[in-house]
């Protein structure tokens, strides 16, 4: 994945070079892409993964302060100074850091022997409650620099968020009707390739758009990539010690940590591109696209011997 996000982004770049001023039409793309990522990656999700999790609303509650309060708060310092000559990059990070987590939160969480049902449930959770929640943080932290319409940003989460969650449970539905779970099943991965495929044009689209801005100001390729390690850094770091403090189980603490440093980025560019069009805010999600997955690779092989020497040292609460 980091090989082909990084492809699209040069790619974007490209294609944005040879054609002055995009059409309307290629930005227009980005909700539609961004509807087909989520809805085709809710069909095959069940809802007893979510009732698996309900013995323990501890490790919910903690997930969604982690996903929707913690981060962001990282976030802000970062914006307020690496960001400060170019506070609408800092929009971005911010818009980064506030969106839920994305696919990849469960994917992580299964390679590292992580919990899996508590995973998909923050994920699912922080998705419904980001509809209100990124609006408002987005505001209150950034509201200074841009003016982040409310209702409009709400409007645009209604169709990206809700709409196909809804359309996609609906389709699960209709298809365990007429096929079992099994047949379903067997089909997933094609699910998961058709949603990358739509993450990698929605990034794809947004490299393009910027192509003109960057080739006049290339140092702000080099400012957000500062931003965006400085954060996933600070994410994983501070993410894990409080797991440790807390004395949480290794097993819940890995979607805690990477519900944190793996967010849904793609939604965060559909909404820069919808609710601060004309401006540079994209380019601190491009920025934070380009880093987040190396990082997340890279803490894979630290973060479990962090937690599991943590649990053995002092033993784990669920």
């Known amino acids: 994945m980091p090989i082909w996000v990084i492809l699209s982004i040069v790619l974007g770049l490209v294609f944005g070079y040879f054609l002055p001023r995009p059409a ?18 809710v069909i095959p999700t069940s809802l007893k993964q979510f009732y698996q999790v309900i013995r323990f609303p501890k490790n919910v509650g903690l997930g969604i302060v982690f996903i929707c309060i913690l981060a ?15 506070p609408e990059m800092g929009v971005g990070l911010i818009l980064a850091a506030t969106v839920p987590p994305g696919g990849m939160i469960a994917a992580w969480t299964g390679l590292l022997e992580g919990d899996i049902p508590l995973a998909v449930t923050l994920q699912a959770v922080t998705l419904v409650l980001g509809t209100v ?47 079992d779970e099994k047949a379903l099943k067997s089909f997933s991965p094609n699910f998961a390739v058709i949603s990358g495929l739509a993450a990698i044009g929605v990034v794809f689209i947004s490299a393009a758009l910027k192509t003109h801005v960057l080739l006049k100001h290339p140092e702000l390729i080099g400012i957000g990539l500062a931003g965006a390690v400085v954060y996933y850094l600070l994410a994983y770091f501070i993410t ?40 540079n805010v994209v380019l601190g999600v491009i920025a934070c696209f380009m880093i987040q997955m190396p990082l997340a690779s890279v803490f894979y092989k630290v973060i479990p011997r962090i937690l599991r020497k943590s649990e053995m040292s002092q033993g784990g609460t669920s």
């Open 72 to 86: 962001p708060l990282i976030a802000y310092p970062i914006y307020r100074i690496i960001f400060h000559g170019y």
């Open 240 to 279: 894990t010690v409080l797991c440790h403090l807390g004395r949480i189980k290794y097993a819940q603490s890995i979607p805690l940590v990477y519900g944190t440093g793996t967010k849904n980025l793609s939604i965060a560019i559909a909404l820069s591109l919808a609710t601060f069009p004309n401006t």
């Open 133 to 179: 929640q990124i609006p408002y943080t987005v505001s209150l932290l950034a509201g200074a620099a841009v003016h982040v319409p409310i209702g409009s940003m709400v409007q645009t989460l209604i169709i990206i968020v809700i709409l196909p969650l809804v359309i996609g449970f609906a389709s699960r539905w209709a298809i365990l009707r007429r096929w």
């Open 24 to 41: 309307a039409t290629l930005e227009s793309a980005v909700i539609p892409l961004l509807f087909i990522m989520i809805y085709v990656m």
